[in-house]
């Protein structure tokens, strides 16, 4: 049963798994739709609009924390893709796990700020800037969420013995829900110009 | 060897040729044929509602004021909730899902050469996703206020503000209807384009790839390049409707013309979008009726490629008195004229290939020509409209709405009936009846021009886009310009009638036609080699490719055509 399923699902005529080049054309449209989102709000930023100097508001000390958080659990699925190469399922299956672990710290902060800054009144509509932070982090976090339940999933799947190749291509996502938050820090806690 | 590979490939395939049952078959199908065939019939269904909006709104501009048959009573807000509807429905729900997610999904897999796509049941939830949809679009007519009437560009503060559009759910699920589609068809893309990257047949390199399936994956790689930004944009717009933020809106900081601007960097990369997979389409036809090779494959290619890199540096064209600096109209005035060349380039291409050739004037040949006919019009007073000292004058009015008909309805009408009076036998085992063909096509295209020749002259006399009742307008109210409007409505009429014939041919053909062989058209491309219609599984052998897919009337060969999977004669 190893050839379960149309033979196109086992074609592979430019040598790169289907999978694997279907998570990168993904991953391309992804970036458009960040890079339309950062795009704007650079141009806003850029023109001086009022209310963008509530960077200085955000926690500097939160958004640290919380990238190396995300950084951290980018090595803990690199080496969930390591063990599974390996074969040893359930070390990959625990990697995975301090992976989702991370999500949820990451998340834990980044609901501790959102509480912080809507106690303080700076709920979403209150300006631009704020309208743009909590959008952008806003879908990145549903990205960050989306990937964890993946994950767990797939976790589960190899314990079984199925689909080693996923732990690569959720891999994959999970870097670049990293790269969009090292896209999204300096722009939302850092720069202040 | 792949001689070795395709064997061990064709003893696996037979293995799944279970019948299914008709839930998974029909319902829920896996299947990329049938999967098509929902995208195309959901198409067509949302093409007559389309259509019925057209004849409604035309009515009204012909015979202001009174009661339309069949309608009833348009009224202002009713009037830009029609155009607005008739415009998003014929470009997102009939051109999208018919030319790129229906025939995508049907003659991908079958071109290249293998059983299905790479991901069928990624498929599958990109049509449920679709047609998700789809109803949310038919629901947003019926909600308290009606549907959305800020026009299919939804252009804030209009489209963000209840109290301006008085279409308070109306607006906002329209947007939510659009942003469901866009995901779908980002699915649906990863489909087709990793299909044709990873499923083609041992055998076929880049350059054996017909003209169709390139022009499709191409498109869905403009989409996806280009929808992100709006996408952005409509989540953006969907939270200044429903939150109260204020990113389009100047009274919170906002600019109305950042909108404008993502709309049409998605907005004006999308024609290409829906113009390349029928410039696929009508290559291959041509190549098949002409007998002749497709004059210059790569040239066809590389042109579709140009024009792809240049759709993403023109969108500005569409805002030359939006407010924008002259300074960069005059950059984009260059683009947009300079985009012209390459398909000018294509178009000379398609005419090389005619010339000379066995011409066999076929239904779907028709289509095909009158494509480069019709197009070539569109093209034209497209340079007109991209420079910016004329488009102030023309910006919005008549003009400018028979220009984008004249591609439009050549890319979206006369390519789905190229494609579908094509590959009919293919789909349905059956052939079509080509008188009946031919009457709905004269039927079709000489109205069509009847309709959208006259309002070319009704811009030029200063008629503008969106008014309801021109008597309101003294300038615009003479007998002289009603005559011209009454014209084109009543041609529109006839236009309508004669989509009978095709409805009638296409369902008494399905059941009834003459039995179409295998390969009716003598055409080389692999979709011909399977049974008409292709079973589950597609090919009884997988196929091997030994040569491109235009070898027609090869010196030396008895036959005229040399399909693509047929293998070399040993010498």
């Known amino acids: ?193 | 060897m792949s001689q070795a590979a395709t064997a061990v490939q064709t003893d696996t395939n037979a293995e799944h040729h279970e019948e299914l049952s008709f839930l998974y078959k029909y319902i829920l199908p896996t299947d990329h044929k049938i999967i098509a065939m929902q995208y195309i019939f959901t198409g067509m269904i949302m093409a007559v509602i389309g259509g019925y909006f057209a004849y409604a709104f035309r009515m009204q501009l012909a015979f202001p004021g009174e009661l339309v048959p069949l309608y009833g009573l348009v009224g202002p807000g009713e009037y830009n909730m029609l155009v607005t509807n008739h415009g998003t429905i014929m470009i997102f729900w009939v051109a999208m899902p018919v030319l790129i997610a229906g025939f995508g999904n049907y003659i991908i897999p079958l071109m290249i050469g293998c059983d299905d796509m790479v991901f069928p049941r990624l498929n599958r939830l990109s049509y449920q996703i679709f047609l998700a949809s789809t109803l949310v679009l038919i629901l947003s007519f019926f909600v308290k206020g009606g549907g959305f009437g800020g026009a299919w560009t939804a252009y804030p503060p209009l489209s963000s503000v209840a109290e301006y559009s008085l279409t308070d759910w109306g607006a906002s699920l329209w947007v939510l209807a659009v942003a469901l589609e866009f995901v779908s068809f980002l699915l649906g893309g990863i489909n087709f384009v990793t299909t044709t990257m990873n499923a083609r047949a041992p055998g076929m390199k880049m350059m054996d790839i017909p003209i169709a399936v390139w022009f499709i994956v191409l498109a869905v790689i403009l989409f996806m390049a280009s929808v992100g930004p709006l996408i952005a944009g409509a989540v953006m717009l969907f939270m200044d409707q429903r939150i109260g933020t204020s990113f389009f809106l100047p009274s919170g900081g906002g600019d109305p013309l950042l909108w404008q601007h993502l709309f049409w960097f998605f907005g004006h990369p999308e024609v290409y979008v829906v113009l390349l997979p029928t410039l696929g389409i009508v290559a291959d036809i041509i190549t098949v009726f002409s007998r002749k090779k497709l004059f210059g494959y790569k040239t066809v290619l590389y042109t579709a490629f140009a024009t792809g890199g240049l759709s993403f540096v023109v969108w500005a064209h569409h805002q030359f008195i939006a407010g924008i600096d002259p300074r960069m109209a005059n950059v984009f005035v260059v683009t947009t004229v300079l985009i012209s060349i390459p398909l000018a380039e294509m178009m000379f291409s398609y005419i090389a290939t005619l010339y000379g050739g066995s011409i066999e004037l076929k239904t779907p040949m028709l289509w095909a020509l009158s494509f480069i006919a019709a197009f070539l019009i569109g093209g034209v007073t497209g340079i007109y409209l991209g420079a910016s000292a004329l488009d102030v004058y023309f910006h919005d009015s008549y003009f400018v709405l028979a220009h984008f008909h004249y591609t439009f309805f050549p890319i979206t009408i006369i390519g789905m009936f190229a494609a579908i009076t094509f590959w009919f036998p293919k789909m349905f085992g059956r052939m079509m009846n080509d008188t009946l063909g031919k009457i709905h096509f004269w039927g079709t295209f000489i109205p069509f021009n009847c309709i959208f020749l006259p309002l070319f002259f009704l811009g030029l006399a200063g008629q503008h886009r969106r008014i309801y009742n021109y008597n309101h307008f003294p300038d615009l109210a003479t007998q002289e310009l009603q005559n011209i409007r009454i014209f084109a409505t009543v041609s529109l009429i006839v236009m309508l009638c004669f989509q009978l014939v095709f409805i009638y041919n296409f369902f008494v053909s399905m059941f009834k036609g003459k039995k179409a062989p295998d390969n009716p058209w003598n055409a080389n491309t692999l979709e011909w080699s399977t049974p008409s219609p292709p079973p589950h599984g597609n090919f009884k052998t997988l196929p091997t490719v030994y040569r491109g897919a235009y070898e027609y009337s090869v010196p030396g060969r008895e036959m005229d055509y040399w399909p693509q999977n047929e293998p070399p004669e040993e010498s």
Request: net charge neutral; glycine share 10%.
């Open chain 1, 1 to 193: 049963m190893s050839m379960h399923g149309p033979i196109a699902t086992h074609r592979s005529a430019t040598g790169v798994p289907t999978g694997r080049l279907a998570v990168w054309w993904l991953m391309a449209s992804e970036i458009f739709i960040f890079g339309g989102l950062i795009a704007c709000f650079v141009l806003f930023k850029l023109n001086g609009t009022p209310g963008f100097e509530d960077a200085s508001l955000t926690s500097l000390t939160a958004g640290a924390v919380n990238t190396f958080v995300l950084l951290t659990s980018s090595l803990t699925v690199v080496l969930a893709h390591a063990a599974i190469e390996k074969g040893d399922r359930e070390k990959s299956f625990l990697y995975i796990w301090y992976t989702i672990g991370g999500g949820f710290v990451f998340l834990g902060v980044k609901a501790y700020e959102y509480t912080g800054k809507i106690i303080n009144g700076h709920i979403i509509t209150e300006n631009l800037f704020w309208s743009f932070y909590y959008t952008m982090t806003g879908l990145h976090a549903l990205h960050v969420i989306g990937g964890m339940v993946i994950m767990a999933l797939i976790s589960f799947d190899i314990r079984k013995g199925h689909n080693y190749q996923r732990v690569e291509l959720i891999g994959i996502y999970w870097h670049f829900v990293d790269l969009i938050w090292i896209f999204l820090f300096p722009l939302l806690y850092i720069a202040n110009f």
